[in-house]
């Protein structure tokens, strides 16, 4: 009789975490997900602990209790704003924190598979450099988050040579969704777009540069890829996760101007302007596809769901 597959999702009370959880769920598997700060709601089958990652003598601690067989390592300071702020607690949580835990799970769950969440921005310059990437493309990280998120993955590849871990690293294009920071893009615009209708704001989109091009995903359809990645990843190797097209911000926001309840204009704000930001921001790789990974969502659709959602948020 085979047992339950053993997994673990780190950095739980992140956006990301909830939908990976709910990807997961439909599979025979104990799932153990871990929190560092706000104590986070689970179901009942879902064992939560609460873990500093960047304290080796937690991670060993919590490693030599814990066996598992799956690691979805999304832990970490996940706002390249952030890092501009506090670069050095970026690179601790982001690089000491994976460390620690890749050390404790190779000496306590040696034989386990790791996923772990870079982002597609360690590209960084690249983006204008060589238009749209592949997994072959120089990483030329432009900030604190980027950097610390490559570093991570040199780590990763550490591990992969001297140590039994099957290790898969995702670099993941924009993804939005329900439950994403107020600050991020989306998320800000329709709140914004919910405030005009409720008279709260005037009716001016305040906005950052709108004319670069960016390659959006539904969380659902990240998470997805990061299933199928733990599946049939190949071990030490790099997968982008993005789809084929790239629009430009200034796209998505005519969408919303034809489902607002009320007219707006767009204002552009120098402070909402990232100078790393590049031009373009996309990938031609066709690893991800050779797996069998789709994206499900269209960007559009995924964004007037988030609109409707805050509405409906306000009105309670």
Not at 51 to 68: A, E, G, M, V
Not at 101 to 112: D, E, G, I, N, V
Not at 134 to 153: C, F, Q, R
Not at 306 to 311: A, E, M, Q, S, T
Request: charged share 25%; proline share 3%; glycine share 4%.
């Amino acid at each position: 009789m085979s047992r339950y597959k053993r997994v673990l999702i780190t950095g739980f009370s992140g956006f990301v975490g909830r939908y990976l959880l709910k990807e997961i769920s439909a599979q025979k598997a104990a799932v153990t997900v871990t929190y560092n700060k706000n104590k986070v709601i689970t179901p009942e089958s879902v064992i939560a602990k609460k873990l500093d990652i960047t304290d080796s003598k937690q991670c060993r601690q919590f490693f030599s209790r814990h066996h598992f067989d799956e690691v979805y390592h999304l832990a970490g300071q996940s706002l390249a704003s952030t890092s501009w702020q506090n670069p050095f607690e970026t690179h601790r949580v982001n690089v000491e924190g994976l460390h620690n835990c890749l050390t404790a799970l190779s000496r306590y769950s040696p034989k386990a598979r790791f996923v772990y969440a870079s982002t597609a921005h360690v590209y960084g310059a690249s983006f204008n450099l060589a238009g749209a990437v592949t997994e072959k493309t120089a990483a030329l990280p432009t900030n604190p988050y980027a950097m610390s998120k490559y570093t991570g993955e040199l780590i990763c590849s550490q591990f992969t040579r001297n140590s039994n871990l099957h290790i898969i690293i995702a670099r993941p294009f924009n993804h939005f969704g329900i439950g994403q920071r107020s600050e991020l893009v989306f998320t800000n615009w329709c709140r914004q777009i919910v405030n005009m209708e409720k008279g709260l704001q005037k009716p001016v989109l305040k906005v950052g540069n709108i004319q670069v091009k960016r390659n959006f995903l539904h969380v659902k359809d990240v998470v997805s890829a990061y299933k199928l990645l733990m599946k049939r990843g190949k071990n030490g190797e790099i997968y982008d996760i993005a789809d084929t097209k790239a629009q430009t911000l200034e796209s998505y926001i005519t969408c919303l101007q034809k489902h607002a309840k009320i007219s707006f204009k767009v204002k552009v704000e120098k402070s909402r302007i990232r100078k790393d930001d590049p031009l373009r921001m996309s990938s031609k790789s066709k690893k991800m596809r050779a797996l069998g990974w789709r994206s499900r969502h269209r960007p559009e659709n995924s964004l007037l769901e988030l609109l409707d959602y805050l509405r409906a948020a306000e009105d309670k």
